[in-house]
Protein backbone atom coordinates (compact mmCIF):
# COMPACT_ATOMS: atom_id res chain seq x y z
CA UNK A 1 0.00 0.00 0.00
CA UNK A 2 2.75 2.41 0.71
CA UNK A 3 4.12 1.58 -2.35
CA UNK A 4 1.34 2.38 -4.23
CA UNK A 5 1.12 5.85 -2.55
CA UNK A 6 4.74 6.72 -3.79
CA UNK A 7 4.21 5.76 -6.87
CA UNK A 8 1.45 8.37 -7.11
CA UNK A 9 3.76 10.94 -5.54
CA UNK A 10 6.65 10.12 -8.28
CA UNK A 11 3.81 9.90 -10.90
CA UNK A 12 3.13 13.42 -10.42
CA UNK A 13 6.90 14.10 -10.32
CA UNK A 14 7.95 12.47 -13.33
CA UNK A 15 5.35 12.93 -15.75
CA UNK A 16 6.99 11.89 -18.86
CA UNK A 17 8.49 8.76 -17.37
CA UNK A 18 5.83 8.29 -14.89
CA UNK A 19 4.20 5.00 -16.67
CA UNK A 20 7.23 2.55 -16.63
CA UNK A 21 8.63 4.08 -12.96
CA UNK A 22 5.84 3.21 -11.49
CA UNK A 23 5.71 0.08 -13.40
CA UNK A 24 9.25 -0.80 -11.65
CA UNK A 25 8.13 0.61 -8.29
CA UNK A 26 5.04 -2.05 -8.11
CA UNK A 27 7.34 -4.98 -9.21
CA UNK A 28 9.43 -4.71 -6.30
CA UNK A 29 6.35 -4.86 -3.90
CA UNK A 30 6.87 -7.76 -3.33
CA UNK A 31 10.60 -7.40 -1.89
CA UNK A 32 9.33 -5.17 0.44
CA UNK A 33 9.16 -7.10 3.59
CA UNK A 34 12.95 -8.48 2.73
CA UNK A 35 16.06 -7.52 3.98
CA UNK A 36 17.73 -4.26 2.80
CA UNK A 37 14.57 -3.15 1.72
CA UNK A 38 14.58 0.63 2.45
CA UNK A 39 18.36 0.70 0.84
CA UNK A 40 16.72 -0.76 -2.19
CA UNK A 41 13.47 1.36 -2.40
CA UNK A 42 15.20 4.65 -2.09
CA UNK A 43 17.92 3.75 -4.91
CA UNK A 44 15.30 2.91 -7.35
CA UNK A 45 13.75 6.39 -6.07
CA UNK A 46 16.98 8.27 -6.76
CA UNK A 47 17.43 6.18 -10.17
CA UNK A 48 14.24 6.70 -11.47
CA UNK A 49 14.15 10.86 -10.95
CA UNK A 50 17.89 10.87 -12.44
CA UNK A 51 16.28 8.83 -15.14
CA UNK A 52 13.80 11.61 -15.77
CA UNK A 53 15.82 14.39 -15.65
CA UNK A 54 17.76 12.86 -18.26
CA UNK A 55 14.74 12.39 -20.37
CA UNK A 56 13.82 16.01 -19.97
CA UNK A 57 17.32 17.21 -20.72
CA UNK A 58 17.20 14.99 -24.14
CA UNK A 59 13.84 16.04 -25.09
CA UNK A 60 14.53 19.72 -24.42
CA UNK A 61 17.06 22.22 -25.21
CA UNK A 62 16.42 23.93 -21.80
CA UNK A 63 16.13 20.93 -19.25
CA UNK A 64 11.97 21.39 -17.80
CA UNK A 65 10.83 23.56 -20.40
CA UNK A 66 8.11 22.71 -22.66
CA UNK A 67 9.50 23.01 -25.86
CA UNK A 68 6.24 23.94 -27.80
CA UNK A 69 3.73 27.02 -27.19
CA UNK A 70 0.89 25.06 -27.67
CA UNK A 71 -0.75 21.69 -27.54
CA UNK A 72 -2.92 21.76 -30.57
CA UNK A 73 -3.78 25.48 -32.55
CA UNK A 74 -6.92 24.84 -32.03
CA UNK A 75 -7.51 22.56 -29.67
CA UNK A 76 -10.87 24.34 -27.72
CA UNK A 77 -9.14 23.82 -24.89
CA UNK A 78 -9.97 26.13 -22.23
CA UNK A 79 -6.01 27.11 -22.14
CA UNK A 80 -5.48 27.45 -25.80
CA UNK A 81 -4.95 29.49 -28.42
CA UNK A 82 -8.01 30.56 -29.53
CA UNK A 83 -9.29 33.73 -26.98
CA UNK A 84 -7.50 36.20 -24.99
CA UNK A 85 -8.07 36.82 -21.33
CA UNK A 86 -9.96 39.77 -22.53
CA UNK A 87 -12.23 37.41 -24.73
CA UNK A 88 -10.67 38.70 -27.61
CA UNK A 89 -11.96 36.34 -30.65
CA UNK A 90 -9.35 35.15 -32.73
CA UNK A 91 -12.25 34.98 -35.54
CA UNK A 92 -16.09 35.74 -35.28
CA UNK A 93 -19.28 35.08 -37.73
CA UNK A 94 -18.46 38.69 -38.43
CA UNK A 95 -14.72 38.99 -39.35
CA UNK A 96 -13.91 40.33 -42.55
CA UNK A 97 -15.14 37.68 -45.19
CA UNK A 98 -14.53 38.04 -49.60
CA UNK A 99 -17.39 35.97 -50.22
CA UNK A 100 -20.21 37.26 -52.79
CA UNK A 101 -22.35 34.40 -53.88
CA UNK A 102 -23.74 31.04 -53.39
CA UNK A 103 -24.97 28.96 -56.35
CA UNK A 104 -26.41 25.62 -56.25
CA UNK A 105 -25.08 23.69 -59.10
CA UNK A 106 -26.50 20.03 -59.34
CA UNK A 107 -27.48 17.04 -57.02
CA UNK A 108 -24.26 14.68 -56.81
CA UNK A 109 -23.26 10.97 -55.82
CA UNK A 110 -19.56 10.79 -55.53
CA UNK A 111 -18.15 7.28 -55.22
CA UNK A 112 -15.42 6.08 -52.81
CA UNK A 113 -15.52 9.18 -50.07
CA UNK A 114 -12.84 8.55 -47.79
CA UNK A 115 -14.48 9.17 -43.80
CA UNK A 116 -12.89 9.48 -41.02
CA UNK A 117 -15.04 9.30 -38.17
CA UNK A 118 -13.17 10.03 -35.27
CA UNK A 119 -9.25 11.29 -35.15
CA UNK A 120 -8.30 8.02 -34.80
CA UNK A 121 -9.78 6.18 -37.89
CA UNK A 122 -8.03 4.99 -40.77
CA UNK A 123 -8.65 6.52 -44.33
CA UNK A 124 -9.69 3.20 -45.30
CA UNK A 125 -13.23 3.42 -44.86
CA UNK A 126 -15.30 4.69 -48.37
CA UNK A 127 -18.73 5.48 -48.97
CA UNK A 128 -21.06 6.82 -51.16
CA UNK A 129 -21.18 10.78 -51.01
CA UNK A 130 -24.89 11.83 -51.83
CA UNK A 131 -24.87 15.63 -51.82
CA UNK A 132 -25.68 18.83 -52.75
CA UNK A 133 -23.43 20.94 -54.94
CA UNK A 134 -23.26 24.18 -54.58
CA UNK A 135 -19.94 26.46 -55.98
CA UNK A 136 -19.47 29.91 -53.70
CA UNK A 137 -18.03 33.25 -55.01
CA UNK A 138 -15.41 35.08 -53.39
CA UNK A 139 -13.45 38.46 -54.25
CA UNK A 140 -10.18 37.93 -56.49
CA UNK A 141 -11.85 35.69 -59.03
CA UNK A 142 -11.55 32.89 -55.58
CA UNK A 143 -14.36 30.47 -56.12
CA UNK A 144 -14.90 26.58 -54.74
CA UNK A 145 -17.13 23.68 -54.41
CA UNK A 146 -19.28 23.19 -51.73
CA UNK A 147 -20.31 19.21 -51.41
CA UNK A 148 -23.04 19.07 -48.79
CA UNK A 149 -23.85 15.23 -48.10
CA UNK A 150 -27.46 14.24 -47.12
CA UNK A 151 -28.62 10.88 -45.78
CA UNK A 152 -30.53 8.34 -47.93
CA UNK A 153 -34.28 9.38 -47.77
CA UNK A 154 -33.65 12.25 -45.72
CA UNK A 155 -33.01 14.56 -48.09
CA UNK A 156 -32.94 18.41 -47.31
CA UNK A 157 -32.34 21.47 -49.46
CA UNK A 158 -33.36 24.49 -47.28
CA UNK A 159 -30.74 22.83 -44.63
CA UNK A 160 -27.83 22.29 -47.00
CA UNK A 161 -28.52 25.63 -48.01
CA UNK A 162 -27.61 26.94 -44.64
CA UNK A 163 -24.65 24.62 -44.27
CA UNK A 164 -23.26 25.38 -47.23
CA UNK A 165 -23.48 29.53 -46.44
CA UNK A 166 -22.58 29.46 -42.94
CA UNK A 167 -19.09 27.34 -44.41
CA UNK A 168 -19.03 29.75 -47.36
CA UNK A 169 -18.63 32.46 -45.11
CA UNK A 170 -16.11 30.89 -42.99
CA UNK A 171 -13.89 30.21 -46.48
CA UNK A 172 -13.95 34.12 -46.60
CA UNK A 173 -12.58 34.65 -43.98
CA UNK A 174 -9.25 32.58 -45.10
CA UNK A 175 -6.63 34.85 -46.18
CA UNK A 176 -6.30 34.82 -50.63
CA UNK A 177 -3.04 32.54 -50.40
CA UNK A 178 -5.47 29.75 -48.65
CA UNK A 179 -7.91 30.15 -50.69
CA UNK A 180 -6.44 30.48 -54.08
CA UNK A 181 -5.39 26.26 -54.24
CA UNK A 182 -7.78 24.82 -52.47
CA UNK A 183 -10.78 23.31 -54.83
CA UNK A 184 -13.53 21.34 -52.72
CA UNK A 185 -15.06 21.17 -49.55
CA UNK A 186 -16.94 17.86 -48.67
CA UNK A 187 -19.26 18.57 -45.36
CA UNK A 188 -20.52 15.19 -44.13
CA UNK A 189 -23.92 14.29 -42.35
CA UNK A 190 -23.60 14.28 -38.25
CA UNK A 191 -25.15 10.99 -37.79
CA UNK A 192 -23.73 11.99 -34.14
CA UNK A 193 -20.64 8.90 -33.96
CA UNK A 194 -18.13 11.20 -34.99
CA UNK A 195 -15.86 13.41 -33.30
CA UNK A 196 -16.06 16.50 -35.05
CA UNK A 197 -12.72 15.85 -36.79
CA UNK A 198 -11.30 17.35 -39.81
CA UNK A 199 -8.77 15.76 -42.21
CA UNK A 200 -7.18 16.16 -46.19
CA UNK A 201 -7.00 13.52 -48.46
CA UNK A 202 -3.04 13.96 -49.11
CA UNK A 203 -3.48 13.61 -53.01
CA UNK A 204 -6.14 15.70 -53.53
CA UNK A 205 -6.94 19.83 -52.96
CA UNK A 206 -9.87 19.18 -51.18
CA UNK A 207 -10.68 19.00 -47.56
CA UNK A 208 -13.25 17.11 -45.53
CA UNK A 209 -15.44 18.50 -42.44
CA UNK A 210 -17.39 16.42 -40.20
CA UNK A 211 -19.69 19.82 -38.27
CA UNK A 212 -20.44 18.01 -35.36
CA UNK A 213 -18.34 20.43 -33.37
CA UNK A 214 -18.62 23.09 -35.85
CA UNK A 215 -21.38 24.99 -37.35
CA UNK A 216 -24.14 28.08 -36.63
CA UNK A 217 -25.00 26.47 -33.49
CA UNK A 218 -21.61 26.53 -32.03
CA UNK A 219 -20.31 29.35 -29.49
CA UNK A 220 -18.01 31.93 -30.58
CA UNK A 221 -15.23 30.59 -29.05
CA UNK A 222 -15.71 26.68 -30.87
CA UNK A 223 -16.52 29.40 -34.39
CA UNK A 224 -12.64 30.87 -33.56
CA UNK A 225 -11.50 26.91 -32.95
CA UNK A 226 -13.48 26.14 -36.19
CA UNK A 227 -12.04 29.15 -38.24
CA UNK A 228 -8.45 27.88 -36.98
CA UNK A 229 -8.94 24.54 -37.85
CA UNK A 230 -9.99 25.22 -41.61
CA UNK A 231 -6.61 27.39 -41.93
CA UNK A 232 -4.81 23.99 -40.59
CA UNK A 233 -6.57 21.97 -43.42
CA UNK A 234 -5.54 24.68 -45.81
CA UNK A 235 -1.82 24.75 -44.92
CA UNK A 236 -1.98 20.73 -45.71
CA UNK A 237 -3.50 21.55 -48.81
CA UNK A 238 -1.05 24.39 -50.27
CA UNK A 239 1.94 22.01 -48.58
CA UNK A 240 1.51 18.99 -50.43
CA UNK A 241 0.43 19.81 -54.24
CA UNK A 242 1.29 23.06 -55.11
CA UNK A 243 5.02 23.20 -55.15
CA UNK A 244 5.00 26.56 -53.60
CA UNK A 245 6.58 25.33 -50.39
CA UNK A 246 10.17 23.82 -50.64
CA UNK A 247 10.26 20.78 -48.48
CA UNK A 248 14.08 21.33 -48.40
CA UNK A 249 14.22 24.93 -47.11
CA UNK A 250 11.42 23.97 -44.79
CA UNK A 251 12.96 21.12 -43.18
CA UNK A 252 16.02 23.59 -43.14
CA UNK A 253 14.15 25.95 -41.10
CA UNK A 254 12.97 23.51 -38.68
CA UNK A 255 15.92 22.59 -38.02
CA UNK A 256 17.42 25.98 -37.60
CA UNK A 257 14.61 26.56 -34.68
CA UNK A 258 16.68 23.52 -32.55
CA UNK A 259 13.92 21.42 -31.73
CA UNK A 260 11.16 24.20 -30.83
CA UNK A 261 7.43 23.81 -32.03
CA UNK A 262 4.40 26.01 -32.29
CA UNK A 263 2.57 22.83 -30.61
CA UNK A 264 3.00 19.58 -29.60
CA UNK A 265 0.96 18.41 -32.56
CA UNK A 266 3.39 19.72 -34.47
CA UNK A 267 6.55 17.02 -33.33
CA UNK A 268 3.93 14.38 -35.46
CA UNK A 269 6.08 14.50 -38.58
CA UNK A 270 7.03 17.61 -40.89
CA UNK A 271 3.37 18.03 -42.50
CA UNK A 272 1.64 19.05 -39.51
CA UNK A 273 4.61 20.76 -38.07
CA UNK A 274 3.80 23.01 -41.49
CA UNK A 275 0.07 23.36 -40.83
CA UNK A 276 0.75 24.15 -37.11
CA UNK A 277 3.14 26.06 -37.77
CA UNK A 278 1.25 28.38 -40.16
CA UNK A 279 -1.14 28.89 -38.09
CA UNK A 280 1.02 30.49 -35.34
CA UNK A 281 2.59 32.68 -38.16
CA UNK A 282 -0.86 34.17 -38.62
CA UNK A 283 -1.37 34.63 -35.17
CA UNK A 284 1.51 36.78 -34.58
CA UNK A 285 1.85 38.49 -37.83
CA UNK A 286 -2.10 39.08 -38.19
CA UNK A 287 -3.80 38.48 -34.77
CA UNK A 288 -1.46 38.80 -32.60
CA UNK A 289 -3.73 41.18 -30.35
CA UNK A 290 -6.33 37.95 -29.43
CA UNK A 291 -3.86 35.93 -28.18
CA UNK A 292 -1.53 36.28 -25.09
CA UNK A 293 1.15 38.79 -25.06
CA UNK A 294 3.78 35.64 -23.60
CA UNK A 295 2.32 33.44 -26.22
CA UNK A 296 3.62 35.86 -28.58
CA UNK A 297 6.57 36.29 -27.32
CA UNK A 298 7.42 32.72 -27.18
CA UNK A 299 6.05 31.77 -30.51
CA UNK A 300 8.44 34.54 -32.00
CA UNK A 301 11.53 32.93 -30.06
CA UNK A 302 10.72 29.25 -30.60
CA UNK A 303 9.76 29.09 -34.11
CA UNK A 304 11.94 32.68 -35.78
CA UNK A 305 12.99 30.80 -38.41
CA UNK A 306 9.80 29.04 -39.65
CA UNK A 307 8.16 32.57 -38.80
CA UNK A 308 10.90 34.12 -41.25
CA UNK A 309 10.35 31.35 -44.16
CA UNK A 310 6.76 31.87 -44.29
CA UNK A 311 7.35 36.00 -44.46
CA UNK A 312 9.84 35.53 -47.55
CA UNK A 313 7.05 33.86 -49.59
CA UNK A 314 4.93 37.74 -49.32
CA UNK A 315 1.51 35.93 -49.25
CA UNK A 316 -1.18 38.00 -50.05
CA UNK A 317 -3.45 37.62 -46.68
CA UNK A 318 -6.27 39.94 -47.32
CA UNK A 319 -8.71 40.33 -45.73
CA UNK A 320 -6.90 39.37 -42.59
ZN1 LIG B 1 -3.15 18.20 -39.93
Request: glycine share 4%.
Amino acid sequence: MLLEQIAEVVTELCHYCAKDYRARILVHEKDFNNSDIMKKFLSIIVLGLLWCNVGFASNDPVAGIVPWVYNFTASGKASDVWVNKNTTYIFTSDSPSTFKNLIFKKEKSVNNVSKKEKYSSSFKRKKLFRSFVFEAEYEDDISVELLIEYQKNKKNFEKAKKTAEYYSQMYGQMPHFLKKYNKKIYIHVNKGKDDGTWWVMMDKKEFHINTSRCGSHVSKVLYAHCALVMIHELAHVIDQLTGVISPSKWRKAKKLDNKKYCSKYSKKNNKEDFAESVVCWILVREKGYAIKSSDRGKIKKYIPNRLKFLDELKFNMYPL
